[in-house]
């Protein structure tokens, strides 16, 4: 009877861990992020009462599977690097072999198929809010 017992509690232990996917799973791989977004719009706290301003500026962002990011201007690479995201919070690691890595973390305001907002709060408490479309 014992070893009925212990066979019915290791294969239920290997049933839940085997059988049961993890939520904590950091993979991008499905993402709402992932794509080509354009800029479109942006929004400063200190300036023009913190309305939108709709910009024609040629910049794009391409968030990939694997965790890195294209930053293009005028269809042109200008930078790159690594993101994440946790929660409501967008992490991005800015490479550059000239002026060294930056992080900033934006708030993820807005995240759906067709537009993308994020917030960069600083240290006195104004911020800067941008927002982009799916391309």
Do not use: H, Q
């Amino acid at each position: 009877m014992k070893n009925k017992n212990l066979l019915f509690v290791l294969l239920a232990t290997l049933f839940i861990f085997t059988g049961c996917s993890s939520d904590d799973d950091s993979s991008n791989n499905n993402s709402p992020i992932l794509g080509t977004w354009s800029y479109n719009a942006y929004k400063v706290s200190y300036w023009n009462d913190g309305n939108w301003i709709y910009d024609v500026e040629p910049i794009t962002l391409e968030f990939s599977s694997n965790g890195t990011f294209i930053y293009r201007y005028d269809g042109e690479i200008d930078g790159g690097g690594t993101w994440s995201i946790s929660g409501d919070a967008l992490t991005m690691t800015y490479n550059d072999e000239e002026w060294g890595d930056e992080t900033i973390i934006y708030e993820l305001v807005l995240l759906n198929n067709t537009t993308l907002r994020i917030k960069e709060t600083f240290d006195d408490g104004e911020w800067v809010m941008e927002e982009f479309i799916r391309e």
